[in-house]
């Protein structure tokens, strides 16, 4: 009964999203498509474990689901137009009729799956629904796992969804690819929510972990099925090489008690080589296809860089210097200039450094963006200005997330001053 259950919730996660692509198709709204969907499997939940498995889980859901369709508008009372033809598509489509070929079949797939990512993450709906409604199509999250996720209440994240749904039915979003001319700009908000899933999980913004693996390898499956639908898109490839170089570093991006480890300190023998591998083939990928690349390809470029040195002081900073001054031109940033002043720290200098921080630091996006604090205090540091250091973490502690930044921020600040302290004790003038 267990082992079945299992199985059923393993089949789902891995059938549902290209069954509510397909019925959606049928129907023509993603909120009826996912019920009919999560009825057959309730039944599946039900008859399995007695049935046992069919042989072709997918194609018995899709005729279930389809059944259940056919139930449910014989059920409505109205029968009013758009349910008249709701029952005639899902009739035509012959649930119990012989499958078609297998390679107009996968074509089929592909182009319900595509047209499902971009309805899920259409411009229409607001980020966070965005994101939610991505994660229960399209990864089979229950909404109690999305809650989870994001460590928000179930009812929140509930709505959000129920409110996605019927926004796309009034705006009457249409179920379909976009046009080849219409592409690139609406591509750009489906890669905008996979990597806003995967920056939550390389650096959570809530809750005790500094790190969430498991929305992070959420983020690459969905990107890794889009360079599959897309093969002729370098961004999305490079997306994928962004975020898989990215994640290479998880083994060493945490101490033993869960602490963060900042990249100086990083043990490089821990990086994931088979990552690094995929990272840097995909960005391959990318490059090979002799089209413009796009921020994420020179994001995943800059991350390409760390992952070639084999050790921090071997990084070409004067090239990651170049690359965050092609990204400021691509995707222009505070964030983005506060970045390449960390390259500057390495390849010009502390002073160099705080020169390109203080041009930005008054930017009203950085306003409570707690890391600039932090990279000021370490430049502030390394000039020797170590009180001035000290209270520039205080300051971005109070700013910190996640109580484990909190703490290393605390820290380090604490540190500061006890050297600063016992310099003076011994006649120093605090210089390093």
């Known amino acids: 009964m267990v082992d079945a259950r299992r199985t059923v919730e393993a089949v789902w996660r891995i059938e549902s999203p290209r069954l509510i692509g397909a019925l959606t198709r049928l129907v023509r709204d993603v909120g009826l498509a996912e019920q009919l969907a999560q009825d057959a499997f309730v039944l599946a939940l039900e008859q399995w474990p007695k049935d046992g498995v069919p042989r072709n889980p997918g194609a018995w859901l899709m005729a279930t689901a389809k059944h259940k369709g056919v139930d449910l508008v014989r059920r409505e009372r109205s029968q009013d137009a758009k349910y008249a033809r709701v029952a005639a598509d899902l009739s035509a489509s012959g649930a119990g009729t012989a499958p078609p070929p297998d390679a107009v079949a996968a074509e089929a797939v592909r182009d319900d799956l595509l047209a499902l990512v971009f309805v899920a993450c259409h411009p229409v709906l607001p980020r966070e629904s965005r994101v939610a409604l991505t994660l229960r199509l399209l990864a089979g999250l229950s909404t109690e796992e999305i809650a989870r996720a994001f460590l928000v209440p179930t009812a929140t994240t509930a709505q959000r969804i129920s409110r996605a749904k019927r926004t796309l039915a009034e705006a009457r979003v249409p179920f379909e690819v976009p046009q080849e001319d219409e592409l690139p700009a609406r591509l750009s908000a489906v890669l905008e929510v996979v990597y806003l899933l995967f920056n939550e999980g390389y650096a959570a913004t809530s809750g005790e972990a500094w790190i969430r693996p498991d929305l992070a390898q959420e983020a690459m499956r969905l990107g890794r099925v889009l360079a599959g ?204």
Do not use: K
């Open 229 to 432: 639908l897309l093969p002729r898109e370098p961004e999305v490839h490079a997306l994928v090489a962004l975020m898989e170089l990215q994640a290479s570093r998880f083994r060493a991006r945490t101490g033993p008690r869960g602490e963060p480890v900042l990249l100086a300190d990083q043990d490089r023998s821990r990086w994931d080589r088979t990552l690094i591998t995929h990272g840097l083939a995909a960005l391959a990928c990318a490059t090979d296809l002799h089209r413009p690349l796009g921020p994420y390809a020179v994001q995943a470029a800059i991350a390409a860089c760390h992952a070639r040195a084999s050790r921090f002081e071997d990084t070409d900073w004067g090239g990651i210097v170049a690359l965050y001054d092609a990204l400021a031109q691509l995707a222009p940033s505070p964030v983005v200039d506060l970045n390449r002043a960390v390259a500057v720290l390495h390849a010009d200098g502390p002073a160099a450094a705080l020169e390109a921080i203080d041009a930005v630091a008054d930017h009203p996006r950085l306003a409570r963006y707690h890391l600039l604090g932090a990279v000021r205090a370490d430049v502030l540091a390394r000039l020797g200005r170590r009180t001035e250091a000290a209270e520039e973490l205080e300051r971005a502690a109070g700013l910190a997330p996640t109580q484990r930044e909190r703490r290393l921020l605390h820290e380090r600040a604490a540190a500061l001053t006890a050297g600063l302290a016992a310099g003076l004790a011994g006649g120093a003038d605090g210089e390093p």
